[in-house]
């Protein structure tokens, strides 16, 4: 658990007793670093860690375990618009799997890639490209959003949702890189 911090384990273990509880469940131990070997450190950091997860090859209830593995409290969606071909990923599937094991569900449409960025990352394949765009428009449209998303996550164990199951393939990887710039935060890669 030194991997990821005392704050963590913490915050991991109070995540879980508060759902235990709900539920009237007996509540587990924290992780062990070895239950934690699917996840990637992106960035290290203070107490707070930014968790970014992506849906792809999963569905609702395999989320939402993930996330309850690490003890989240709010899954920000920062898809432009909640929407999927998946039913489990479309907003109202995904707050109803949140509020059933205690996490909250937010989305945030200001933080989410563009249409044409998108477009134009599939037709170059220039992700680089693709990123310095996407961070320019959160910068001139986002902004206010990014400050709420990093209120909330200090507050509580926040993990950023978008599809792409690689993080350095999404833009949550930059939302992710923008929020631990303001809070001195870790980033994990589930």
């Known amino acids: 658990m030194e991997h990821f911090g005392k704050e963590f384990a913490k915050r991991r273990s109070a995540g879980a007793a508060a759902i235990g509880q709900a539920f009237g469940l007996s509540v587990a131990e924290p992780a062990t670093t070895g239950q934690l070997s699917n996840y ?25 375990s993930s996330l309850m593995d690490v003890g989240i409290e709010l899954l920000a969606d920062i898809r432009e618009k909640p929407m999927s071909r998946l039913p489990d990923f479309r907003a109202v599937a995904l707050r109803g799997f949140c509020a059933d094991v205690g996490i909250e569900y937010r989305h945030w449409s200001e933080l989410g890639s563009t249409e044409p960025l998108r477009n134009h990352l599939k037709d170059t394949g220039d992700f680089k490209h693709f990123e310095i765009g996407f961070r320019r428009h959160v910068l001139r449209h986002g902004q206010t959003a990014l400050e709420e998303l990093a209120a909330a996550a200090r507050r509580k164990s926040t993990a950023l949702l978008c599809y792409e199951r690689r993080h350095e393939e999404c833009h949550r990887s930059t939302v992710a890189e923008m929020l631990a710039d303001m809070l001195g935060a870790g980033i994990v890669a589930m």
């Open 40 to 64: 990637r450190t992106i960035r290290a950091g203070g107490p707070i860690i930014i968790f970014t997860i992506g849906y792809e090859k999963r569905d609702g209830e395999g989320l939402t």
